[in-house]
């Protein structure tokens, strides 16, 4: 048990202590021009009188031409750390979902949440995952907006369907592996309170199930953090997650799918195409570095992550991972302005 505190410990404080600094936040616009900006910050920082046990909560503003209004998600008052905010939006029925991951027990375990916000008013909070002790890192959203139906008659056709795919890091101080949840949403509802929830390694043959091991050194933090993109047909994701045992990192495509069962249909994700694309050399981070990733329609990747200094990244593409290149930042080259540079190569390959 001490073992498990104190690697708890590590891979919790230090991200949070670096949160003091860079700002934790997640924007969406949505087709009516209503920009929603979710936002992790200290307490005594948060718009109003807020009346809280938590050290960090989270706030949302929402702005449509001049008229912005600002609040506080109520579901981040009980105590703890409330970080890391992830946005979908449903377009039908108006509904915003927040998904965040909340620290509890002095940083010794985590879970991740969510709620969704509609006509002014908030939903209660739903859990994803409750392990005991588990620590939750680098939660990813995506949306698909179909889903896959089979008839009786064997006949495979696309529908409409809204589906919220999350994935995240997990640990336990024993165990680590990539995670995954299939959140369906009906009328601006979740479908179901039993979300499916997966070891991504199960998708991927190669792969071992257990997520015991570790990686090698200059791969270990990269590993942890997985990317998800959605297909521009919004029918698929593709997910690109590491493997320890494998030392490795896997591009994974998921589609959302129905599933005749007694009482009807249930949706299920189902493995399209998996790809093992190995992992860059000499990528060395701690667990306070902020990682992102890009990717075009093809199996090309960019992982990107910076110091005020300068902005570094990583290619794969040609079925092999280019060396780390730097991005030098000054006042006429921001990291905004790095980012999108990056942006726009990915998309012209």
């Given at each position: 048990?001490?073992?498990?505190?104190a690697v708890a410990l590590a891979l919790v404080l230090l991200p949070l202590a670096a949160m003091a600094e860079a700002p934790d936040r997640d924007l969406l616009l949505t087709n009516d021009g209503t920009l929603y900006?979710?936002?992790?910050?200290?307490?005594?920082?948060a718009p109003g009188i807020v009346q809280t046990s938590s050290t960090r909560v989270l706030t949302?503003?929402?702005?449509?031409?001049?008229?912005?209004?600002?609040?506080?998600?109520?579901?981040?008052?009980?105590?703890?750390?409330h970080v890391n905010p992830a946005l979908a939006f449903d377009n039908e029925s108006k509904t915003l979902f927040i998904f965040w991951e909340s620290v509890q027990q002095?940083?010794?375990?985590?879970?991740?949440?969510?709620?969704?916000?509609?006509?002014?008013?908030?939903?209660e909070p739903t859990a994803l995952d409750n392990a005991d002790w588990d620590l939750r890192h680098n939660l990813r959203i995506a949306v698909t907006r179909h889903v896959e139906s089979t008839d009786k008659d064997g006949k495979v056709t696309s529908i409409p369907g809204l589906t919220v795919h999350a994935v995240w890091w997990q640990e336990n101080g024993y165990a680590q592996w990539a995670r995954y949840a299939m959140i369906t949403i009906e009328k601006g509802n979740v479908a179901s309170a039993d979300i499916p929830l997966f070891n991504l390694n199960t998708f991927s043959p190669s792969s071992h199930a257990?997520?015991?091991?570790?990686?090698?050194?200059?791969?270990?933090?990269?590993?942890?953090?997985?990317?998800?993109?959605?297909?521009?047909?919004?029918?698929?994701?593709?997910?690109?997650?590491?493997?320890?045992d494998t030392k490795s990192l896997h591009r994974l495509t998921i589609k959302p799918s129905f599933k005749v069962v007694e009482d009807g249909r249930i949706r299920i994700p189902i493995g399209v195409k998996d790809r093992e694309i190995g992992a860059p050399e000499a990528i060395?981070?701690?667990?306070?570095?902020?990682?992102?990733?890009?990717?075009?329609?093809?199996?090309?990747?960019?992982y990107y992550?910076?110091?005020?200094?300068?902005?570094?990244?990583?290619?794969?593409?040609?079925?092999?991972?280019?060396?780390?290149?730097?991005?030098?930042l000054n006042d006429r080259v921001t990291h905004?302005?790095?980012?999108?540079?990056?942006?726009?190569?990915v998309s012209a390959e």
């Amino acid at each position: 048990m001490i073992k498990r505190i104190a690697v708890a410990l590590a891979l919790v404080l230090l991200p949070l202590a670096a949160m003091a600094e860079a700002p934790d936040r997640d924007l969406l616009l949505t087709n009516d021009g209503t920009l929603y900006a979710a936002e992790s910050m200290f307490a005594q920082n948060a718009p109003g009188i807020v009346q809280t046990s938590s050290t960090r909560v989270l706030t949302l503003t929402v702005q449509n031409g001049s008229s912005t209004m600002s609040t506080t998600v109520p579901a981040s008052l009980s105590g703890g750390w409330h970080v890391n905010p992830a946005l979908a939006f449903d377009n039908e029925s108006k509904t915003l979902f927040i998904f965040w991951e909340s620290v509890q027990q002095g940083g010794l375990a985590s879970s991740l949440l969510f709620c969704s916000y509609q006509d002014g008013r908030w939903s209660e909070p739903t859990a994803l995952d409750n392990a005991d002790w588990d620590l939750r890192h680098n939660l990813r959203i995506a949306v698909t907006r179909h889903v896959e139906s089979t008839d009786k008659d064997g006949k495979v056709t696309s529908i409409p369907g809204l589906t919220v795919h999350a994935v995240w890091w997990q640990e336990n101080g024993y165990a680590q592996w990539a995670r995954y949840a299939m959140i369906t949403i009906e009328k601006g509802n979740v479908a179901s309170a039993d979300i499916p929830l997966f070891n991504l390694n199960t998708f991927s043959p190669s792969s071992h199930a257990d997520g015991s091991g570790g990686p090698a050194k200059q791969t270990q933090e990269l590993l942890r953090h997985p990317a998800i993109f959605e297909s521009p047909g919004h029918d698929t994701v593709d997910i690109v997650f590491g493997n320890v045992d494998t030392k490795s990192l896997h591009r994974l495509t998921i589609k959302p799918s129905f599933k005749v069962v007694e009482d009807g249909r249930i949706r299920i994700p189902i493995g399209v195409k998996d790809r093992e694309i190995g992992a860059p050399e000499a990528i060395v981070l701690d667990a306070s570095s902020a990682v992102s990733a890009l990717s075009s329609g093809s199996d090309n990747v960019v992982y990107y992550f910076g110091t005020p200094q300068a902005l570094s990244y990583v290619m794969y593409k040609d079925s092999q991972w280019s060396t780390l290149r730097s991005i030098a930042l000054n006042d006429r080259v921001t990291h905004d302005t790095a980012v999108d540079a990056i942006r726009r190569m990915v998309s012209a390959e």
